[in-house]
C-alpha cells in the first residue's frame, strides 16, 4: 500500500531533511507540502490515506488548528513533530486526530516507522515522548511541594506568605526568630523556592491564600517584651 504523506513546517530546511528521507522508501509518497498551517485548514478535500505531518517550528500551529482539522477531516491521521521541551503544550492533542507523536530528536529514526504505523490505524509514540508521559503521570500522581511540609512549616508558610516576617512570626507562635529561620529555610528547600515573593507567588498559584490577603510587610510588630523561646 502507497502511503501518501503532506508535510507542514515553517522551517525549508526541515521539510527538505523530511522529503531526503521519505526519498529513501518506496512505499510512502509526498503528496505535498506547506509552511503555514492556515494554509491546510483552507483546503477543501483530504485524501482518505493521507498522512499529514507537522513539524515544528510552525508558527501558527496551535491546539485549535488541530481540533479544527480533526473535526473538519476526521479520517485524517496527523503525526506530530515537536522538541520534547514545547511537546507539553500538545499532550492532550491525541484527542484532536493525531495519530503519531515524535520528539525532534527522535524523528530522523522513527520517521517512517510512524508514517506506516499511522498509515495502518495505529498509534504511534516515540520511546522518548513514552519517557515524557511516564514523566508527567510521576508529577500527577506525586503529591504538591506543600504537602510534604510539616504541621509548623506549613503554620510558618502561612504566616510569611500573608507578609509576616520572621520576628512576628516568632512572637506569635512563641519560638526564637532563629528557629522561625531554620523552618524557613527548610520548607524554602522542600518547595523548590529561593525567595519569599517566589513564596508568595507559589501560594496564590496552588490557591492557599487568596490575592486580596496578600500583604506587603509585617501584619504587626512584636511588643517590646520577649515572650518565652524555645
Same mark, same amino acid.
Given at each position: 500500500?502507497?502511503?501518501n504523506?503532506?508535510?507542514?513546517s515553517?522551517?525549508?530546511?526541515?521539510?527538505?531533511?523530511?522529503?531526503?528521507?521519505?526519498?529513501?522508501?518506496?512505499?510512502?509518497?509526498?503528496?505535498?507540502?506547506?509552511?503555514?498551517?492556515?494554509?491546510?485548514?483552507?483546503?477543501?478535500?483530504?485524501?482518505?490515506?493521507?498522512?499529514?505531518v507537522?513539524?515544528?517550528?510552525?508558527?501558527?500551529?496551535?491546539?485549535?488548528?488541530?481540533?479544527h482539522?480533526?473535526?473538519k477531516?476526521?479520517?485524517?491521521?496527523?503525526?506530530?513533530?515537536?522538541?520534547?521541551?514545547?511537546?507539553?503544550?500538545?499532550?492532550?492533542?491525541?484527542?484532536?486526530?493525531?495519530?503519531?507523536?515524535?520528539?525532534?530528536?527522535?524523528?530522523? &529514526?522513527c520517521?517512517?516507522?510512524? #508514517?506506516? %504505523?499511522?498509515? =495502518?490505524?495505529?498509534?504511534?509514540v516515540s *520511546?522518548?515522548?513514552?519517557? $515524557?508521559?511516564?514523566?508527567?503521570?510521576?508529577?500527577?500522581?506525586?503529591?504538591?511541594?506543600?504537602?510534604?511540609? &510539616?504541621?509548623?512549616?506549613?503554620? #510558618?508558610? %502561612?504566616?510569611? =506568605?500573608?507578609?509576616?516576617?520572621?520576628? *512576628?512570626?516568632?512572637?506569635? $507562635?512563641?519560638?526564637?526568630?532563629?528557629?522561625?529561620?531554620?523552618?524557613?529555610?527548610?520548607?524554602?528547600?522542600?518547595?523548590?523556592?529561593?525567595s519569599?515573593?517566589?513564596?508568595?507567588?507559589?501560594?496564590?498559584?496552588?490557591?492557599?491564600?487568596g490575592?486580596?490577603?496578600?500583604?506587603?510587610?509585617?501584619?504587626s510588630?512584636?511588643?517590646?517584651?520577649?515572650?518565652?523561646?524555645?
Open positions: 500500500m502507497m502511503l504523506v503532506t508535510l507542514a515553517s522551517l525549508l530546511i526541515l521539510r527538505e531533511g523530511m522529503k531526503a528521507i521519505i526519498a529513501e522508501h518506496p512505499d510512502i509518497v509526498l503528496a505535498g507540502e506547506y509552511s503555514r498551517a492556515t494554509d491546510l485548514c483552507s483546503r477543501t478535500t483530504y485524501h482518505k490515506d493521507e498522512i499529514l507537522f513539524a515544528e517550528p510552525l508558527y501558527d500551529l496551535t491546539t485549535d488548528v488541530l481540533r482539522l480533526g473535526v477531516f476526521p479520517p485524517l491521521k496527523i503525526i506530530l513533530i515537536a522538541p520534547a521541551s514545547s511537546m507539553g503544550q500538545f499532550m492532550d492533542s491525541v484527542k484532536s486526530g493525531v495519530r503519531g507523536l515524535l520528539t525532534s530528536d527522535s524523528a530522523a &529514526s520517521f517512517p516507522d510512524a #508514517i506506516r %504505523t499511522v498509515g =495502518a490505524g495505529r498509534a504511534y *520511546v522518548e515522548m513514552l519517557r $515524557l508521559f511516564t514523566q508527567e503521570s510521576k508529577m500527577a500522581a506525586s503529591p504538591k511541594g506543600h504537602e510534604t511540609l &510539616s504541621s509548623r512549616e506549613r503554620e #510558618i508558610f %502561612t504566616r510569611l =506568605a500573608h507578609g509576616e516576617n520572621n520576628s *512576628v512570626i516568632g512572637w506569635e $507562635l512563641a519560638i526564637s526568630s532563629k528557629t522561625v529561620s531554620t523552618h524557613k529555610t527548610r520548607l524554602m528547600e522542600k518547595l523548590g523556592l529561593n519569599v515573593p517566589d513564596l508568595v507567588k507559589y501560594a496564590l498559584q496552588n490557591g492557599l491564600i490575592s486580596s490577603e496578600k500583604m506587603q510587610g509585617p501584619v510588630e512584636p511588643p517590646d517584651h520577649e515572650p518565652p523561646r524555645c
